[in-house]
T-cell receptor
Framework: KAGVTQTPRYLIKTRGQQVTLSCSPI?????VSWYQQTPGQGLQFLFE???????NKGNFPGRFSGRQFSNSRSEMNVSTLELGDSALYLC??????????????FGSGTRLTVV | AQSVTQLGSRVSVSEGALVLLRCNYS??????LFWYVQYPNQGLQLLLK??????LVKGINGFEAEFKKSETSFHLTKPSAHMSDAAEYFC????????????FGTGTKLQVIP
């Protein structure tokens, strides 16, 4: 079966712009989580959605937002981009809520570069 | 609060040697524990998970990990390293109870020397 699909794979944006990243989970998975990965901070949790509702949120500013659609696809938006937002953004889906039993399946990520 | 510590940001082993990657956790309740592997420019792939069943967990690619509550550890091992094992490995912890955040360790880069 198809894995977690993230689009686009690479993205270059200018400071001050906004960006939208997309994630399509594995068919049947209803939980989608987003992570930011940088060399300095490692993997940091952004938020998790289940059944179109945000269930958990990390410690990121309000410029980072997300949503989940009825088909479980999720989008993440970052407004007013800063240089420090350059990172690999990973999406992960899980069969159940929270993912503690089943674990998460990760996509290959979107590499965002802010110039 | 939960946290996870991975000792050694870089580990080098010779091909055929034992792989041992260390992970210690802190959690107020017995947590769920995971090991993930990440190859360059890829997402994370689940190697194995501990969810309060057997304390010795076998995963993919010949890896296994043992949950030791007394030591609050979940070290990852593989008897014989292969060149294809070169990657970054992440330990992760999540406290039970629903909607808990996953906390990842800082990762350990494994180098396999031919």
């Amino acid at each position: 079966k198809a894995g977690v699909t993230q689009t686009p794979r690479y993205l270059i944006k200018t400071r001050g712009q906004q960006v939208t990243l997309s994630c399509s989970p594995i068919s049947g998975h209803r939980s989608v989580s987003w992570y930011q990965q940088t060399p300095g901070q490692g993997l940091q949790f952004l938020f998790e959605y289940f059944s179109e509702t945000q269930r958990n949120k990390g410690n990121f500013p309000g410029r980072f937002s997300g949503r989940q659609f009825s088909n479980s696809r999720s989008e993440m938006n970052v407004s007013t981009l800063e240089l420090g937002d350059s990172a690999l953004y990973l999406c992960a889906s899980s069969l159940g809520q929270g993912g503690e039993i089943y674990g998460y399946t990760f996509g290959s990520g979107t590499r965002l570069t802010v110039v | 609060a939960q946290s996870v510590t991975q000792l050694g940001s870089r580990v080098s082993v010779s091909e055929g040697a034992l792989v041992l990657l260390r992970c210690n956790y802190s959690s107020s309740v017995p947590p769920y524990l995971f090991w993930y592997v990440q190859y360059p420019n890829q997402g994370l792939q689940l190697l194995l998970k501990y969810t309060s069943a057997a304390t010795l967990v076998k995963g993919i690619n010949g890896f296994e990990a043992e949950f030791k509550k007394s030591e609050t550890s979940f070290h990852l091992t593989k008897p014989s390293a292969h060149m294809s094992d070169a990657a970054e490995y992440f330990c992760a912890v999540i406290s039970p109870g629903g909607y808990q955040k996953v906390t990842f360790g800082t990762g350990t880069k494994l180098q396999v020397i031919p």
